[in-house]
């Protein structure tokens, strides 16, 4: 017998609800927090990443260690809506983050690393994903930089879902968060008469670890409740084609909010031989677009009506181009599918061929590099 403790259905979904509700406290105290360090930190902190290849190896370098594209986009969320970083410093950290989450499903190909066949599998399904992200990049990046491309069809969203029959939005999320919110920054600058930076630096370590444990907790959860249900239906049913296929990804990243997880999940079915890449790759694409959910609730915390219209929904806008870059990318590569599953296999027999240099290119694409390159373009 396991000494887990297995708890009922909708105690799961309860819990899954307090989890979520503690999570977009802590975004909203990032934005507080920050707000309260002053606009000579803000200055700073701008100057820093008005470099759009810095913020985007940023994006890359902290997605990769803390192995979640959902939290590294909820926190710039925080900080966009803070006002404390601009928008066209924000987007490409958020296309950064959506690189550095497929470190997760690299990580997990090693576990196959002493099967041959089974590695090479695995590691072309999750490099899949990596050259999907790449070539996006290459085709994105630039065109956001000229032309902002994706930070223009994100505020047209942004205007469309704030203002839909020109009636003004107010983010119920905001109404039951704020009680709490504006509770502990009474507490802190008022009852305890501490000095605004202190407070700032008090509920940004507060704000962090709240929204790390509950992720963590909220990902378990939610895994727990679909994912065995899933996979008895999910070769049969459906991964049929690339319509169920891409739908199933989406769905099921939006309620688990783990990309990470779920594209892992089919990286070991790819692996054992339950699933063949064409049929992986646009369950990938989907996850990619379901992990954005994440992104956006969190956003509808930072929305603040007594800000400037540019900051009351710069952190909304700053979601909306998280799903804007996938969907551009899903727009182009699904139907070119070919081009990232070939890159993929010549790429998955080459590193069964030669591990060690698999092991190079995962610690240097992700940290090495990434690293060298946010000093170097400071």
Do not use: W
Not at 213 to 232: A, C, D, G, P, Q
């Amino acid at each position: 017998m396991s000494g887990k403790l297995r708890l009922p259905s909708p105690a799961k979904i309860l819990i899954a609800l307090a989890l979520l509700y503690i999570f977009l406290i802590g975004i909203k105290f990032i934005s507080i927090s920050f707000g309260l360090f002053g606009s000579g930190f803000a200055e700073q902190f701008v100057i820093i990443y008005s470099n759009p290849f810095c913020g985007l190896f940023t994006g890359i370098l902290v997605t990769s260690l803390v192995q979640s594209s959902s939290a590294t986009t909820s926190l710039i969320v925080g900080l966009a809506g803070s006002g404390l970083l601009p928008l066209e410093s924000a987007i490409p950290m958020v296309i950064g983050a959506n690189m550095g989450s497929t470190i997760t499903s690299l990580l997990v190909s090693f576990t196959f690393i002493t099967r041959k066949e089974d590695f090479r599998r695995a590691f072309t399904a999750a490099t899949m994903h990596d050259f999907f992200n790449v070539f996006t990049i290459l085709v994105f990046f630039p065109l956001e930089m000229f032309f902002h491309i994706i930070e223009k069809s994100a505020l047209f969203l942004t205007d469309i879902f704030q203002n839909v029959g020109g009636i003004a939005f107010t983010s119920p999320v905001k109404m039951i968060i704020d009680p709490v919110t504006k509770s502990a920054q009474h507490l802190l600058l008022d009852t305890f008469g501490i000095s605004d930076v202190l407070a700032s630096i008090i509920l940004l370590i507060v704000a962090i670890l709240i929204v790390v444990f509950s992720l963590i907790y909220l990902v378990k959860t939610m895994r727990s409740l679909v994912i065995n249900t899933t996979e008895k239906v999910i070769d049969r049913l459906l991964f049929r084609n690339t319509f169920t296929a891409f739908t199933l990804g989406m769905l099921l990243t939006a309620v688990i909010q783990s990309s990470a997880v779920t594209v892992s999940m089919v990286v070991g079915m790819v692996a054992a031989g339950f699933l063949d890449l064409n049929r992986a790759y646009p369950f990938t694409l989907g996850a990619n677009i379901g992990t954005t959910i994440t992104a956006l609730l969190a956003s509808l915390v930072t929305l603040n009506s007594e800000s400037g219209a540019a900051v009351n929904t710069i952190g909304l806008t700053v979601a909306l181009s998280h799903l804007v870059f996938n969907i551009y990318g899903t727009m182009i590569f699904l139907p070119l599918r070919k081009v990232p599953i070939f890159c993929a296999t010549k790429f998955g027999q080459f590193a069964s061929e030669f591990k060690v240099l698999a092991v190079i290119f995962v610690i240097c694409g992700f940290y090495v590099v990434p690293l060298a390159l946010i000093f170097l373009t400071r």
